[in-house]
């Protein structure tokens, strides 16, 4: 268990700046060396938010990401990109995401680019808090791929990407990285309508090289694609199926959610550490000090 009480985090994302969201508009106008300048700054302008707060545990914001699972594609072999997303207009919805078709088998000859963030991280990151990474599980992965005549449905994409997925975590952790959260929001979105126990399978065999080797944890939540949420917000029908996730912590979505479901934590906590949300990511209300006391207070 964590001897730190109240030990402190983001889960990962963190929003770009706007200079960044301007320069992504543009990269033709960078160079290999700008391009490489302006992702330092960006981590760097996200590890001052963090360390001004003073985070026991920092992420790089997954600055030099697109999304937090949708920039993984462009490592992937045997797919061909969706060049533009089918809808434009209308309220944000994951049809405008798009999907990729599979050409060919599927492998990560560069691996998946955590490694290469993790080093940038551990580069800029002043010495004292914990750095941490993240990366997107192989069911959450499987979401944006179209199933082929080799892989004819979301698990067998998921059992295809389960082994380059397992790599990258080795090498995250060869790397130097004690603290790694392996997201899988699919899971949490659809198990109330999929096979948990399969899901928990899955998972479990995804980390089961590094179970030991490193702080290891998993973020459950409903989806946050242009802050809204995706699937069944209860976490009700998870458990007590993903209590059996090999994991050291679990990330509960609570305070978007008014703590609804509160009484979860206590189960949890009874098999691992939690990570409580205490802050509102989806609302543009920006806590004061006193509504993250009475809400630490409260769980």
């Known amino acids: 268990m964590q001897p730190i009480p109240l030990r402190t985090t983001v889960i990962g994302s963190y929003p770009f700046p706007g200079w960044l969201e301007y320069a992504c508009g543009h990269l033709d106008q960078f160079g290999a060396d700008d391009l490489a300048e302006m992702q330092d700054d960006a981590v760097v302008a996200a590890l001052h938010d963090q360390l001004a707060a003073g985070l026991d545990v920092v992420t790089d914001g997954e600055q030099t990401r697109l999304d937090f699972n949708l920039s993984f594609y462009g490592y992937l072999a045997g797919i061909e ?19 990729h078709r599979i050409s060919s088998h599927l492998a990560a000859p560069r691996g998946l680019g955590a490694v290469d963030e993790f080093r940038r991280l551990q580069r800029l990151a002043p010495p004292g808090p914990v750095l941490k990474s993240s990366v997107p599980g192989p069911y959450t992965l499987s979401g944006r791929l ?61 980390v089961e090289p590094i179970v030991g080797k490193c702080r290891l944890s998993t973020h459950l939540c409903f989806g946050n694609y242009k802050g809204r949420a995706v699937g069944l917000r209860r976490y009700q029908p998870m458990f007590p199926d993903f209590l059996d996730l090999h994991v050291d912590e679990m990330h509960l979505e609570m305070a978007s959610r008014e703590f609804a479901e509160i009484e979860i934590i206590g189960q949890v906590a009874e098999r691992t550490d939690v990570s409580v949300g205490i802050v509102d990511v989806k609302s543009y209300y920006i806590e004061t000090m006193d509504d993250v006391a009475q809400r630490c207070a409260r769980v």
């Open 146 to 206: 179209v199933p082929s005549t080799a892989y004819p449905d979301r698990y067998a994409i998921t059992e295809a990407l389960l082994p380059l997925v397992r790599h990258e975590l080795v090498a995250l952790v060869e790397a130097g990285c004690q603290e790694v959260t392996v997201d899988e929001p699919s899971m949490s979105c659809y198990a109330h309508r999929e096979d948990r126990r399969r899901l928990v399978d899955i998972f479990n065999r995804t």
């Open 81 to 99: 990109l969706e060049g533009a997303s089918p809808r434009r207009f209308g309220p944000p919805a994951h049809d405008q995401r798009g999907k």
